[in-house]
């Protein structure tokens, strides 16, 4: 019983059945005629004009907005353990060619406007320091949280005043979105934000996530920047029909809220355990070792997130026969 | 009727069989069993104990090789023409973080050691010049010519001797073993050849390409470049089944002869219309624009490749029928 | 008797003594008073408002250029001979983060409209080929040619028609000068070029080079990698004052012309066996092996350039009579 | 009355004199006879064969040091507050191609092998992780502590078994070990330091600082990147000869002990202002705005470095007067 992560689970049949439909020749690249209606379709969503390419995995989506948005001289602020900052291996740094994550404390990897503008103020405007050029905020995130729309319009604000660019890592995307309850346009470009890192893998697609600028200006160099990072595939109509068929009648929030769903049901059994409050799909529990031990005797699996602490993942697919188990092994630590 | 490209074919059944049969949970990454299986796969083709790993496209298999053999202030001897040079948008420079393709003459696109040396013996040895590091070859070439395993050992003996590092791009690699007949070991390794992209996605496979190195010694440093360029996709063995599918009772080789037996057909019927012996899966033919637009009001799709030249090019899956029309198209001009 | 080249002579008189002046205590990096008069002081010389910089050396000012005018994922067109090309060890690619230099032909290692235009015109505009940014010449040429204003101008309008920007490369824009007898401004800005390296180590400096930006959009970002790059100096006002003393009573045109005429002295001599008109302050001259080693046992010491090639540089300093020695000597070969 | 730093201070008369001693023609770079005897000169001080090169900044020495320690994916353990970190621009990030600085706690910006290690014991290794490669300290560090050898070869047995090289920054290494009374070897690669950037200009030198490398591995690597940043000038003697003149009769340490002096007669009147004790020649002082506002109007010029507390500064030629009139003025705070 997998709550290691969501990152892995199957692919979702509606996705699997979109690559065989478009199993069939057409132009290379993204010169096909699903690539070439990913605009349109997430304009729709978003009730704005975008601009959206594919790429095979979030840290690329990620990395990309930063090199958009950030000279190799220049600083992106982000959370201490935001995502770019610990887990892709150094990704920011290559896309960007050197530019430096400055980080930002904020509870439960949540940034508020005066997290961020606490690192900005620290820095001397002069050459010695790196100066910040843009924010990076991830939701939900990598502790389960989400950001409601008026949360991410002030942190919009900063960056408008300050003349930043503002990326929000939506790896998690879905389940912020069905968490909160909001429009998928209030909470990013309403807000302030100029790009998003659209994440599908950990929600049902196979090896598609959309990068979205809600800024035109800067599509056309990322799609060199794509090239030159060896992602642009030759067969893009195989990740196009993934991302269409995750927006098709709202299958990406239906899988959001299913993860959710189970994530509350584990978070009702913690009670007391919880380290943060349970908003979307993750659940982080205390547990001493042997309570640890126990749940993986009991055949759980799952991360061991720091001592005394472990975390627990529901995804689209999540048994509920496995969440109803779990949560009553919980609930009998 | 398609001939402008290999790579944009529909994904062989059985391809997508092999996908539908790892739609279960498994580790992420490579740590599933399918990844794991690969270098025994791999070092059963190769009869000798290789390294390799998946990437979503050729560029970052080849790209991920010059990095782990040049430092950013070194060179790679390659062709004028060689794809790494003109078609991947400057990703070799990206990933190697500036080194400097040096660039070598050679009829069809095809290498000598005597092409190599001139190239690197202009250079003085001191530190106003970039040095080079290694020798990158395509096989087949970009013309459609193949190297016979003497050839390449030839280079590699150079290689050995001047201490550089030699990478083979094997985009059409299966149409070169096909075409020469010879075994994959004694074009590769036993050549001299320390590292082989090995092209899946011209040849039958979706989004799958391995980096195949023959010394163990570069493949740490690569997993950690793989993951830095965005490129570890997280359900991983959506890859690798990819590649084991293809490799699976030959598979990949099988569709490099259909290929190749396609543009031998052209070929037979181009006759002196050939710019270069077709001995893989490329036609170039000499043809005036009213020819090529002739060629198009009979319905056939293909790439201007330079003035009063076309190039033809026959995949894996190319409709007999086609062939035999476009054959028949060709000697009736 | 040294003609090997004119990067290593002595330091003129007046600059040392201009570095002695600045010998107290004064504001680090570039906020010192000589530092700060720069822009006025290379505004007056090239009537029109200027943004300059000190740097170390010729192949920072280059690369700084560089890096402002071409992104990563772009492309500087130069001539297949240039320094930046051959000379610098890598380091366009280092500044840029690795933009490519696109090779274009040219006599005498001078570039027109056409050589430039047959360059960017062979590359289709996609993403798979790296496009143009920018146009770098060096004026006087490596083969010691230099541009008139027209000349360079005509290459002007071919990047204003093409949205590129304009570099040139005035290690010997003294000789340049000296030898055309335009304005600087002529020969610069109003013929369309963005920035210049405007060089006076060779001319009797001793570690100072200006860049000099005719547009101030580029300027800021230029401190930022100049700090970056580890060249901004804490004691900068030595540098500067090399500079002022370089400009105070055109200095650096009187040495130009030093190092002109004694190159003409010599050309007078060598008649025939000049490779290229010398119209700077170097010498190309057709010399056997046999021809090589007599001068050499003579005294003089110069660079093989080619075989069957020597190269003799006359500098600002060059003893008369090692001039006259040497053009007796040519003359009796 | 200057107490800012000591990086403006003007140029030794026997440096200024050793420059005009050069000031003939030789052979470029560092093909000369003073740049060829570096490597001799700096062997004898450090009592083992050393390879070193000079460079024009502290920045270019520490990150050609880190760029040879450290590959591009990797990480280099440093202080928080360290120079490389907050001071140069992103120099690392640049030199290194994009690895990453990880960030350690220490007292008065000193580090201990417990600190060092808490940082790396924090990384998991896998490919998500960016993984320590090397150790930075700074001494004396920017807080004006210093280093005994047996807290350095602490470091040094740390890094030994970790694998990782060990750098050190000794912009005020003259400082340090005019403080601590030892021999320059057994602070430095006695103790397992790798590579040392041993400062002169903020102690009495223009604009040359030795890059030392212990280890001899790494020397050709620097050279070609020195020359690929940009920082190979060609009139090398120039540089060579300020270091050599530092090092004749151990002007360094008499100009560090002077410095060092000074630093201490102000400690003295500080009393318990002092933030932190005062090693070297730095004394960072707690004084309120008030306070701050009257040492200014009295005359003197110094660093608001944090709120409270000033930074002041001596140097080799801090006048005496204006260090006993400062005193002076601290005590009657």
Redesign the interface.
Known sequence: M?F??D?????HPRV?AA??DV???????DG?RWSQSLDARLSELFETEVRAIW???G???N??ALAAFC?????VICHRDAHIQ??????P????????LMLAEGVGAKLTPADIAAVADAVAND?????PHAVSITNATEYGLVYRPDEVAAIGDLCRARGWRFHMDGARFANAVASVGCSPADVTWRAGVDALSFGF??NGA??AEALVFFDAAHHD?T?????????????GR??AAQILAMLEQDLWLDNGRAANAGAARLAAAAGDRLVHPVQANEVFLRATPDEATALRAAGFDFYDWAPGEVRLVTAWDTNPDHIAALATAIAGL
Not at 7 to 11: E, K, R
Not at 23 to 29: N, Q
Not at 71 to 75: E, K, L
Not at 93 to 100: I, L, N, P, Q, S
């Open positions: 997998r290691f992560s990152n892995a689970a199957p692919v699997m690559m065989a199993d069939v020749l057409d132009t290379a690249y096909d790429v095979p995995t840290t690329a989506a990395c990309l000279p190799p001289y220049g600083g610990n887990d892709e291996g150094g990704a740094e290559f896309y960007t060619h050197g530019a430096k050459v010695h320091r790196v100066q893998v950990k196979m090896s160099a799609l060199r920047r794509r090239k030159r990072a060896g992602l642009l595939l030759s067969k195989y990740l």
